[in-house]
């Protein structure tokens, strides 16, 4: 089975922190994304990475970063956490052209007070 | 005009009635289409796929695919309380695109 592992479920921060989310797949998968959701707003891309050390912004990059230096590892950082976000982030990873099924972890519910 | 709009929930329909999710896309030029499954607090799981026109089955649940009209369904058959979830319509614009948008889900209850 395919396991997508994301390193907190919960996370309180404060305004202004730097927050890094961590994801990490078991499969070799070469594609990875980070999304977050929104009540009303549905899932929404922020970027994905194709290959160790590629990356390319989605839909809402403002205010993220990423890295991928391995290949199994996928992080997310907000380098200025500010309330608005506040969200559930989640990361999924896909095994690469030959299948566009996603598969995704559990979630980091993010606080930014 | 969004590029992947569901139907307004929330559905509720009884115990063993059809349940009937509809997605319709923007572009196109998408060639394919996902249905994932979402419970309440989880992430989301992949019960679908499609890219041909046409109806593809898989147990209880039938993907229906429309290009000329832009529009996929899933029917959920002989609902049961376990398929209350929100479900999820995605689209990507090629196989092996890897990048989906995702529409902002339609929410079932199958009451029992």
């Known amino acids: 089975d395919v396991k997508v592992t994301q390193s907190s479920r919960y996370l309180v921060k404060r305004t202004g922190e730097k927050v890094f989310l961590e994801c990490v797949q078991d499969?070799?998968?070469?594609?990875m994304f980070w999304y977050r959701q929104d009540p009303g707003l549905g899932l929404r891309l922020i970027y994905f990475?194709?290959?160790?050390?590629?990356?390319e912004k989605g839909d809402i990059p403002e205010g993220y970063s990423v890295s991928r230096e391995k290949k199994e590892r996928f992080s997310l950082i907000l380098e200025s956490a500010s309330t608005n976000q506040t969200s559930m982030y989640l990361c999924?990873?896909?095994?690469?052209?030959?299948?566009?099924?996603?598969?995704f972890g559990p979630g980091t519910r993010l606080t930014v007070l | 005009q969004k590029e992947v709009e569901q139907n307004s929930g929330p559905l509720s329909v009884p115990e063993g009635a059809i349940a009937s999710l509809n997605c319709t896309y923007s572009?196109?030029?998408?060639?394919?289409f996902f249905w994932y499954r979402q419970y309440s607090g989880k992430s989301p799981e992949l019960i679908m796929s499609?890219?041909?026109?046409g109806d593809k089955e898989d147990g209880r649940f039938t993907a229906q695919l429309n290009k000329a009209s832009q529009y996929v369904s899933l029917l959920i058959r002989d609902s049961q309380p376990s398929d209350s979830a929100t479900y999820l319509c995605?689209?990507?614009?090629?196989?092996?695109?890897?990048?989906?948008?995702f529409g902002d889900g339609t929410t079932l209850t199958v009451k029992p």
């Open positions: 999924a990873s896909q095994t690469g052209p030959s299948t566009d099924t996603q598969y």
């Open positions: 499969m070799d998968h070469e594609n």
């Open positions: 990475s194709y290959d160790v050390k590629m990356k």
């Open positions: 572009d196109r030029g998408s060639q394919s």
């Open positions: 499609i890219y041909s026109n």
């Open positions: 995605a689209v990507t614009l090629y196989p092996g695109a890897g990048k989906s948008t």
